[in-house]
């Protein structure tokens, strides 16, 4: 049997078919149509459909569809309560979804949740009970498996690593508080300290790179000069290392895990990132020693599996 993973995005709707043991055989990905859920569905089942005859598979022959989108579920995980990329507001997309796919199975999951998932059937949380994913990236997505499988919150409201508070009354957040883990460890949040850096230091190598324009700054840029040794850039880098390994030291010490696993672009360095993310994390760790701190190992491909597999989470 296979199972179909579809990843939601602002831009791009990535739709992948997924077999026994758990690889994708075939993805595509089309254009997210700015045209309401009723489209959304509809290209979501043209999607499926194509991939089905690429492979000459029925779709008797599928034993689930998962969805995952960047936004709140509801409770019963049936309502899309808010996915402001995709300009959904309590839109019963689950509903909407099994009309068009009749007798198979539909799931819907939050993206940074299915992500999570897919680590643990196909990537780093492998034969874990316990793991913790931070994704960073613009904003900071995480998830949570707890007794091996996806924890979506006491209330069922979800997980929201990205908005635990990290400094009071500290940077602004997107959630509207000050202080949250994202305006730190976002990538979004090392781009930003970077190009504050180089306003300070019009001669370091952040200001050269960038052509002395701060909107040139990204996170990569940052961890480009860092590594090329100029000092403004590893100061910044040094600083956001050190607001990461608190937030690592946090998830330890409230949760022991098994493993955490970090993905998005930033991950991009490596060791460079790694080492000295584990030293300070484990200097900061209550216990004496504790779970593996890892890069996680699904990319882009997490949502679309993390999607798929929500059917055996279900179990
Ligand atoms: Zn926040």
Redesign the pocket.
């Known amino acids: 049997m296979y199972q179909i993973g579809v990843d939601i995005g602002g831009t791009n709707i990535k739709v992948g078919l997924v077999n026994e043991t758990m690889e994708l055989v075939q993805t595509c990905s089309v254009r997210f149509p700015h045209d309401g859920a009723r489209s959304v569905v509809k290209t979501i089942e043209e999607a499926v459909d194509f991939l089905l005859r690429q492979q000459a598979i029925a779709r008797k022959d599928v034993e689930s569809v998962g969805i995952v989108v960047p936004g709140s579920i509801d409770q019963k995980g049936e309502r899309v309560i808010d996915a402001y990329n995709l300009g959904f507001h309590d839109v019963p997309l689950k509903a909407l979804a099994q009309e068009a796919f009749g007798e198979i199975p539909v799931y819907l999951a939050n993206d940074a949740n299915g992500a999570a998932l897919a680590e643990l059937y196909a990537g780093a949380f492998r034969g874990c009970k316990t793991a913790v994913l931070f994704t960073l990236g613009t904003g900071l997505g995480g998830g949570i498996i707890l007794g091996g499988h996806m924890f979506n919150g006491g209330m069922n409201q979800g997980v ?1 690593l ?2 635990m508070y990290l400094v009071n009354g500290g940077e602004h ?5 000050d ?5 730190y460890c976002a990538a979004s949040a090392l781009a930003r300290d970077g190009q504050r850096a180089m306003k300070k230091h019009p001669e370091s190598l952040i200001a050269a790179r960038a052509g002395g324009s701060p909107e040139n700054v990204d996170a990569k840029l940052v961890i480009d000069c860092a590594k090329e040794g100029d000092e403004t850039a590893k100061a910044v880098f040094d600083q956001y290392i050190d607001s990461l390994s608190s937030a690592c030291a946090s998830i330890y010490n409230l949760l022991d895990p098994e493993v955490i696993a970090i993905g998005g672009g930033v991950c991009g360095a490596g060791e460079f990132l790694f080492a000295p993310l584990r030293e300070k994390t484990t200097g900061k760790c209550f216990y004496k020693t504790h779970g593996k701190l890892v890069p996680a190992e699904l990319g882009n491909d997490a949502g679309m599996i993390g999607a798929a597999m929500l059917h055996k989470d279900a179990q």
């Open positions: 929201e990205g908005h957040c997107t959630c509207g508080n202080g949250c883990m994202e305006a």
